[in-house]
């Protein structure tokens, strides 16, 4: 399980407008879904978009070392030699995904499908 320091951490985005993103290690809430820690290991970065392809609309930017939260795992386009997606919670009922082909999970927990 992998344990992060709890802070928060903002990334410009598109309209100007900021998306808070809380770092937390893989625990259960109380309506039993479990939220897990990644880290961006892209050199340059990862784009946040709207729908897990880089045909969505890029709403964010997280910096290569920088922390996030996910609940869940989709599969959407290819990237690399991955089709995994992670769903980010957003301050909209739509969630946001960034590729997995950026980052990087713990290997120990099974994220569910979204």
Known sequence: MMFTV???ATA???AGAALALTLLPAVAQADDTFTMGGTVTGTGGVNVRTT???EGTAA???NRGAEFQTTCKTTGE???DTDV???LPSSSEQ???VSGAFVQV???FELPNC
Do not use: F, H, N
Request: glycine content about 4%; aromatic content about 12%; cysteine-free.
């Open 60 to 62: 964010s930017t997280l």
């Open 12 to 14: 410009t985005t598109v």
């Open 52 to 54: 897990p392809s880089t």
């Open 85 to 87: 997606w992670y769903a």
């Open 6 to 8: 709890k802070r928060t």
């Open 78 to 80: 290819p990237v690399g």
């Open 106 to 108: 713990p290997d120990d």
């Open 95 to 97: 969630p946001l995904y």
